[in-house]
């Protein structure tokens, strides 16, 4: 097996991976690696934008209230303290570094998002995520500090003496194994948005760092909260587009199929209500419709307006055949964040020495029940930058050592399982879209269980390309969200069960996960 030494060495390239790359890299040796190209993240698709509390009317003390809020009792209120009060010195470094934010007149313009009491929200037209990742890229490829290994599959993580010491990663174009050895191991490998059928998420969303932290010995946390963003576009695609919560900020309307605008007097800010809220309203909605689609009215928006905050949306909806400044939009719930994941402390350290965890994969705490909207790729910059902090300490006292050499003994093995992946893994997005979606109960959670112990025998098995590894990990993942999500007994947040349709106090506590079991339903 080839090997490679570095100091640090980070899975991912998202808004988490290589904002904590850049940093560590401005004093020690760092690589990242990713799976598939560099840009290809959820980072890239983010729409909305970036919360932060710098208009004068505003506070981080309100935007911690709103996000404790929309966190339905489950936030770390001392991350969520850290999420606010930290979040203007990493937009500052941001736009010092070259992101574009939009701006009106002399002030940068805000936005209003779910969840949000008043506009909060920084922006690039609809197309933040993708401003951010460039301007990272950018930045990284100028200053040459950063290496990066582009399609390198990470399958998992080495534990030596109770330390992490590095990554296997499999080379997808030539299939060979490389061992990455480090004095620490950074996490950033988003989400598991692609366990669900209907999802905004792209296609390397499928939890690979949830399952190869479990396997090491991680404990995992709050994996029953998946939260479904309300407005995706209506139409059968995957990833589905996503037409963003700032359209509604903007004063778009959500209408039934009889023109009735459902969300009044369900909520008192109607369709800017937390994202919990508006998707389980959709889904009545949607029902009442027959299942028919329901609808986003930005009709009566000044065209001009459309076009000139909108441009990502225009052009898609207009691809679409959808004129949306006189069109309605078809939209329809689809997954869009994991809220749970590789538990971590404030500095991002999870429970294995020298493991960090950053961005979609970890669970600071920081979201609770239900994130609000915008939060998360603040949660990356400000988290990465933490964990940095630490390493930098750390590595600053041991820098005369070099990296402790390890052998490690890895095969991958054909697979004796002859298996159509493809198949197999819209099997298991169709169970986890039927049986634990918005709404969820024991009867539909314990034939879930059921069933994916019927494909236990395909975690046993060691494939030898990225689909196998992404199936064993999509399935192992989907255990932990159903066994989470029956053991919760109560609705909170992003979790609504219909047999306990109320939330109990006696709930405002985590379930987590450790311990590599034998079956994925255990
Ligand atoms: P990602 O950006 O997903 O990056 C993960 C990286 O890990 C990728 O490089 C991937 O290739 C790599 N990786 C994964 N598995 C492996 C493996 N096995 N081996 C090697 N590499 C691997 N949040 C907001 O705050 N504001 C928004 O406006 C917003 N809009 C959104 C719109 C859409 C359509 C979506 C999908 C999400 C949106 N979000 C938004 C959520 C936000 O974009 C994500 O939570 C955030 O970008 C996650 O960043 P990350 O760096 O943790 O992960
Ligand atoms: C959106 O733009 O609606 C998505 C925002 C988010 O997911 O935080």
């Given at each position: 097996?080839?090997?490679?030494?570095?100091?640090?060495?980070?899975?991912?390239?998202?808004?988490?991976?290589?904002?904590?790359?850049?940093?560590?890299?401005?004093?020690f040796?760092?690589a990242?690696?990713?799976?598939?190209?560099?840009e290809?993240?959820a980072?890239?698709?983010?729409?909305?934008?970036?919360?932060?509390a710098?208009?004068?009317?505003?506070?981080?003390?309100?935007?911690?209230?709103?996000?404790?809020?929309?966190?339905a009792?489950?936030?770390?209120r001392?991350?969520?303290?850290?999420?606010?009060?930290?979040?203007?010195?990493r937009?500052?470094?941001?736009?010092?570094l070259?992101?574009?934010?939009?701006?009106q007149?002399?002030?940068?313009?805000?936005?209003?998002?779910?969840?949000?009491?008043?506009?909060?929200?920084?922006?690039?037209?609809?197309?933040?995520?993708?401003?951010?990742?460039?301007?990272?890229?950018?930045?990284?490829?100028?200053?040459?500090?950063?290496?990066?290994?582009?399609?390198?599959?990470?399958?998992?993580?080495?534990?030596?003496?109770?330390r992490?010491?590095?990554?296997?990663?499999?080379?997808?174009?030539?299939?060979?194994?490389?061992?990455?050895?480090?004095?620490?191991?950074?996490?950033?490998?988003?989400?598991?948005?692609?366990?669900?059928?209907?999802?905004?998420?792209p296609?390397?969303?499928?939890?690979?760092?949830?399952?190869?932290?479990?396997?090491?010995?991680?404990?995992?946390a709050?994996?029953?909260?998946?939260?479904?963003?309300?407005?995706?576009?209506?139409?059968?695609?995957?990833p589905?587009?996503?037409?963003?919560?700032?359209?509604?900020?903007?004063?778009?309307?959500?209408?039934?199929c009889?023109?009735?605008?459902f969300?009044?007097?369900?909520?008192?800010?109607?369709?800017?209500?937390?994202?919990?809220?508006?998707?389980?309203?959709?889904?009545?909605?949607?029902?009442?419709?027959?299942?028919?689609?329901?609808?986003?009215?930005?009709?009566?928006?000044?065209?001009?307006?459309?076009?000139?905050?909108?441009?990502?949306?225009?052009?898609?909806?207009?691809?679409?055949?959808?004129?949306?400044?006189k069109?309605?939009?078809?939209?329809?719930?689809?997954?869009?964040?994991?809220?749970?994941?590789?538990?971590?402390?404030?500095?991002?350290?999870?429970?294995?020495?020298?493991l960090?965890?950053?961005?979609?994969v970890?669970?600071?705490?920081?979201?609770?029940?239900?994130?609000?909207?915008?939060?998360?790729?603040?949660?990356?910059?400000?988290?990465?930058?933490?964990?940095?902090?630490?390493?930098?300490t750390?590595?600053?006292?041991?820098?005369?050592?070099?990296v402790?050499?390890?052998k490690?003994?890895?095969?991958?093995?054909?697979s004796?399982?002859?298996?159509?992946?493809?198949?197999?893994?819209?099997?298991?997005?169709?169970?986890?879209?039927?049986?634990?979606?918005?709404?969820?109960?024991?009867?539909?959670?314990?034939y879930?269980?059921?069933?994916?112990?019927?494909?236990?025998?395909?975690?046993?098995?060691?494939?030898?390309?990225?689909?196998?590894f992404?199936?064993?990990?999509?399935?192992?993942?989907?255990?932990?969200?159903?066994?989470?999500?029956?053991?919760?007994?109560?609705?909170?947040?992003?979790?609504?069960?219909?047999?306990?349709p109320?939330?109990?106090?006696?709930?405002?506590?985590?379930?987590?996960?450790?311990?590599?079991?034998?079956?994925?339903?255990?």
């Open positions: 097996m080839d090997k490679i030494t570095t100091d640090v060495v980070v899975v991912g390239s998202g808004v988490a991976g290589l904002s904590a790359a850049l940093e560590i890299s401005k004093q040796d760092v990242v690696i990713t799976k598939g190209k560099l290809e993240t980072t890239w698709y983010a729409q909305g934008g970036v919360a932060t710098i208009s004068p009317e505003d506070s981080p003390k309100l935007h911690l209230k709103d996000t404790l809020e929309a966190g009792g489950l936030c770390d001392r991350a969520v303290d850290i999420l606010v009060s930290e979040a203007s010195d937009i500052g470094e941001l736009i010092g070259g992101a574009k934010f939009d701006w007149g002399d002030r940068i313009g805000l936005s209003r998002e779910g969840g949000h009491r008043l506009a909060r929200v920084l922006h690039s037209g609809d197309a933040t995520g993708s401003e951010i990742e460039a301007t990272l890229i950018r930045t990284a490829n100028a200053w040459r500090s950063v290496q990066v290994f582009e399609h390198r599959f990470a399958l998992d993580l080495v534990v030596d003496g109770g992490c010491v590095g990554v296997i990663c499999m080379d997808e174009e030539s299939g060979r194994l490389v061992f990455y050895l480090a004095k620490a191991v950074i996490l950033a490998s988003g989400g598991a948005g692609q366990l669900y059928s209907v999802t905004t998420n296609a390397i969303s499928t939890g690979d760092g949830m399952a190869m932290a479990y396997r090491a010995g991680a404990v995992l709050d994996m029953e909260f998946i939260q479904f963003h309300p407005t995706a576009l209506d139409q059968d695609s995957m589905r587009f996503l037409i963003t919560e700032a359209l509604r900020g903007e004063g778009a309307y959500l209408r039934d009889n023109g009735e605008r969300m009044v007097g369900r909520h008192p800010l109607a369709e800017l209500g937390p994202r919990d809220i508006v998707t389980r309203e959709m889904i009545r909605a949607i029902k009442q419709c027959n299942g028919g689609p329901v609808y986003l009215d930005a009709t009566h928006i000044p065209k001009d307006t459309l076009k000139e905050h909108f441009p990502t949306i225009w052009k898609h909806c207009r691809e679409h055949g959808i004129d949306i400044s069109d309605l939009i078809p939209v329809r719930p689809a997954a869009h964040y994991t809220i749970g994941g590789v538990k971590t402390d404030l500095d991002g350290r999870t429970n294995i020495v020298d960090y965890a950053t961005g979609e970890a669970c600071t705490g920081v979201h609770g029940a239900n994130r609000l909207a915008s939060n998360s790729l603040l949660e990356g910059l400000v988290f990465s930058k933490r964990i940095i902090k630490t390493i930098k750390k590595l600053a006292m041991e820098q005369k050592n070099p402790q050499d390890i490690i003994g890895f095969e991958v093995a054909r004796k399982l002859d298996l159509d992946f493809k198949k197999e893994r819209r099997w298991l997005q169709k169970l986890m879209m039927d049986y634990v979606g918005v709404a969820r109960s024991e009867s539909g959670l314990k879930a269980i059921a069933e994916l112990k019927k494909k236990d025998e395909i975690l046993r098995v060691e494939f030898s390309s990225p689909e196998g992404e199936l064993q990990n999509m399935l192992l993942v989907a255990g932990l969200i159903v066994r989470a999500a029956l053991g919760r007994e109560e609705s909170r947040g992003v979790h609504y069960r219909e047999d306990y109320e939330s109990d106090d006696s709930w405002i506590r985590h379930l987590e996960h450790y311990v590599a079991e034998e079956t994925i339903a255990g």
